[in-house]
Structures are given as C-alpha cells and as structure tokens.
C-alpha cells in the first residue's frame, strides 16, 4: 500500500488519562485496523501548538487497551488521505476518527510502547519521526494491537487541555 496523511485542525486535547474511557469526544486522534492480520507502520507524529498563551500538553501515542465501536466519520477541515494522489481508496481497511459512540480506552500497561511527546503549545512545535526500521506498528484488528490513539495525558504533571493541529503519516499492509 502507499502512505498516507491523518490530518486534524483546531483540536483541543483535553487532558485525560490513560486506562480510562475517554470522556471529550473530539480531543484527540484515533487510527484502527479492522482486518486480522492487517499491519499498519506509524512514521511521522507533528503536532502544531495553536495556544494564544503558555500551555503544557503532555502528549503521547499508544496502543489503546479497549478499541472504539462506532467511530464517526471525518469531517472538514480533518481528513485522511494518500500522499499520492492515485492512490486506491482503503475502503474499511483503516478507520482514523477523533470521536465514536463508543469512546476508546488508552492504555496505561507498563507493557506497552507509548511515544512521549510533551509540548508547549505556544506555537510549539514536535515532530517525531520513525528512523528506517523504528516505526511504532499496529497489528490485528483486536486490542491492543490493532488500535492507536495521540492524546493529552493527564497523568503527566503538568498537562492542561491545549489547542493544537496535528498529522499522522502511517503506511498500511
């Protein structure tokens, strides 16, 4: 398959924690497989701080402990789509959201790979990207490999809900 960009504006990640159900629709990202067997590569996280004043947000990507159910669909001005313009839609292959009717689960497992990621969102700015064989990878279509989430994470001293735009470049297979 080709890569291909998840892209949100204007969110505002309200700090929550990981290992419990998230309660903000819409203050954060959320990038699934639905197909056993399916492997999706994480690449590239940006995220834009957008604050008018000093703000810490503690982000982090991971795998989420329970995945969502019901996720809605993307609507302007966020979107998904390949980096090639050619490129043959995925169907329901991949399912990227920021909100569902059933609400994912972070995790906070001390198994887990997460990707810490703090920020001033002043117009900070953080970029992290995967060194050629280093990509954070998602698996399967149940938890908790198949799920990933970017978030503000409360446990973290100091995290306040911050405004933010942000993009995820990820590779499915």
């Known amino acids: 398959m080709a890569k291909r960009v998840f892209s949100t504006s204007n969110v505002t990640f309200v700090a929550q924690a990981a290992g419990s159900i998230i309660t903000n629709a819409s203050s954060y990202m959320g990038l699934r497989s639905t197909l056993a067997g399916q492997l999706v590569d994480i690449l590239e996280i940006l995220i834009s701080g957008m604050g008018s004043a000093s703000t810490i947000a503690a982000m982090q990507y991971g795998r989420q402990s329970t995945n969502s159910a019901t996720e809605t669909a993307l609507a302007a001005p966020n979107s998904d789509g390949g ?20 609400q994912p ?15 001033n969102t ?29 978030m503000n994470n409360s446990a973290t001293t100091g995290a306040a809900n911050a405004l933010a735009n942000a993009h995820i470049i990820y590779e499915p297979y």
């Open 122 to 150: 002043f117009g900070g700015i953080l970029r992290w990207n995967a060194a050629p064989t280093q990509q954070f990878q998602h698996v399967g279509s149940t938890a908790p490999g198949a799920a990933g989430i970017l």
């Open 105 to 119: 689960i972070p995790s906070n497992a001390a198994g887990d790979a997460k990707l810490i990621m703090g920020l």
């Open 83 to 102: 980096e090639f313009p050619g490129i043959t839609a995925l169907a329901t292959i991949i399912t990227t959201y920021i909100t569902a009717t059933t």
